[in-house]
Structures are given as C-alpha cells and as structure tokens.
C-alpha cells in the first residue's frame, strides 16, 4: 500500500478538488498510472471507492486486462465494473474517447457516484503541450487539461488529482504493492508520435516536465478568458438577421476566430477546422467574399454578414 507520506499528499490534492461527500468512482485501465490511482484513493478514502474499467474491445488482450483489473480491485475490497462499449467509425481516438465518457457517465448514474477521477499525470500534460506545439497549435490546442472539470454529458465533478505527480512515482506505487501493470505495446512504439517523445524526455534531463505541465495549466487559463471575451464578443456584436447573422468585430484576431467559429458553427451544424477559420478572417478582413462549409461570408459596410448558400437544383 503506498506510503503514509504518499497516502497525505494525495489526499490534500484530492481535498483541493473535491468536497469529499459521497463515493468516488476511478476509471482504471490496468496502466501503471490508473493502479497507482485505484491504491492511493482506496487508502485516502477507505469503503468509498468504485472501480470500472471500460473495454473498448479495439485489442485481443483487453478482456483479460479488464479481468486483471477486476482481480486486483476484488482484493482491495473495491467494487469494479467491465464497461464493454462499441466505437463508433470516424477519428478512432475522437470515437474512443466519446464512447468510454458515455459509458462511465451510464455507470455512474447507476452507482449514484459523486465524482469520477481519472489518472492524468504531470508528464501526461507535457507531453501533450510540446507535441501540440511541434503542430502550431493555438491556445485552445495548447491549454492543458484542468485539475477539476465535469464528466462530458453530465454535471457531475471529473477530477484529475495526479496532475502534480509524474510518471516514475505512480510507477513506484504500483511497485511497491507488489503489483505488475497492463503494458500497452503502443507506448513504446515508434509509429506514434508521443511514444517518440516520451523516449526523447527521458533523456532530455535539462526540461523540467513539472514546469512545462504548469505552462499548460497556465495556457488553459487563458483559453478560459478568450472563450469568456468571445462569449461578451458575440453577445454585443453579433445580429441575427432574417437570412442569417452579421458580425461587426470589435475584438482582436484571437477573439474573432472563435466568434467566427461559432457563427459557422451555429448556421452549418459542424465545427469548422481552425485553418478555415483563419482564412475566412483573412478573406473578410482584405473584403472579400469568401465561402465555409455551406455558408457563404461577404463584407458589408456594416459588419460581415453571413448566410446559408443557396442549395443547388438536381
């Protein structure tokens, strides 16, 4: 069982997220990083912990990983369930992610839990800064996850109490329970992006991961004020006219982008990608008449106005 020194760290992370009233449900893979979590929240909150693992069914060995999961929690005392879920065709990492938040917001209303934890940890938030990075991301693709956020469909607290906490000392809580983690292949794999990184930080000892997961809370922060400029934005400057809305921007190219993003959003039913969106300022601000999705943008003397394009006849 992890140390009593252990044992109080996690728990004043966890207090700081979470009031600690009901029981707390902790999604586990089977990885090194979920176990340390399932052992750290059954010390912290002995006879209030619930356990599932959700089984996507995408690898031959996720059943008998999922049933590993079940045999550890069933020695702790720690109730678990095996969530089997479908996903569905599209972004397989889009779908999988979509599908297992479904499926522990179900399991969830079932068990009449207060809050999920999740087992994010600091090298988690780094490495996903730095690759998002290497991909000229914006500050909504930099902005790491929060600490304390909410169960997608739900209102029910999502909490990730490990984003202090790096890799190797989650791994040193599995050791010394004496027990052997799920080892993905993926994670070592140099077809994956991150799997390359994650091997080019080990040897990079001059970064401090800690410092960078801080850099990405930090980006999330000001994601938060764009969304919140974009949100006073939209609701002074945006018109809704009889054939569609029309937009005077005020605010600076930041905000804009969202604002257009939105406006797209709202009249053509799908999320535009963020280079459309770019080029659509551009077009609007050089006044010229652009077209997204099926949505046509002109500028008018009195803001950008934007409508629905004709449908064309058969």
């Known amino acids: 069982m992890p140390s009593r020194e252990l044992t109080a760290r996690f ?37 209030r912990v619930v356990a599932a693992t959700v089984d996507h069914g995408l690898r031959a060995e996720s059943a008998a990983e999922a049933a590993m999961v079940a045999a550890v929690c069933a020695g702790l005392g720690v109730p678990h369930a095996v969530l089997d879920v479908q996903v569905a065709a599209g972004n397989l990492q ?8 479904g499926a522990l917001a179900e399991w969830m209303a079932r068990e009449e839990l207060a809050a999920l934890a999740t087992a994010h940890h600091a090298d988690d938030q780094a490495e996903t800064l730095l690759l998002r990075l290497n991909r000229a991301s ?28 790096r890799r190797a000392d989650l791994a040193g809580v599995v050791d010394a329970a004496g027990l052997s983690a799920v080892d993905d292949p993926s994670n070592a794999s140099d077809r994956f992006d991150r ?11 001059w970064l401090d991961v800690a410092a960078i997961g801080q850099s990405a809370a930090h980006l999330a922060d000001a994601d938060a004020a764009l969304e919140w400029a974009a949100a006073r934005e939209w609701a002074e400057q945006v018109v809704k006219e009889p054939m569609g809305l029309t937009y005077r921007p005020q605010a600076p190219r930041a905000v804009a ?26 077009t609007l601000l050089a006044r010229q008449p652009a077209s997204i999705g099926g949505l046509v943008a002109r500028a008018m003397p009195d803001g950008w106005s934007f409508t629905r394009a004709p449908k064309r006849r058969s």
Do not use: C, N, Q
């Open 11 to 47: 728990t004043a992370d966890l207090a700081a997220l979470w009031s600690g009233e009901g029981r707390l449900g902790v999604a586990v893979s089977g990885g090194p990083d979920s176990l340390a979590l399932l052992l750290l929240a059954h010390v912290a909150l002995p006879g």
């Open 94 to 101: 889009s779908e999988a992610r979509s599908a297992r938040y």
């Open 138 to 165: 914006g500050v909504a693709g930099l902005a790491g996850v929060r600490a304390r956020g909410v169960v997608p469909g739900t209102r029910l607290p999502l909490l990730r109490p490990l984003l202090g906490w």
């Open 195 to 205: 799997a390359r990184l994650r091997k080019a930080l080990r040897t990079a000892d």
């Open 257 to 282: 982008l969202r604002v257009l993003a939105r406006i797209v959003t709202e009249l053509d039913g799908e999320a535009p990608r963020g280079s459309a969106v770019a080029r659509l300022f551009e």
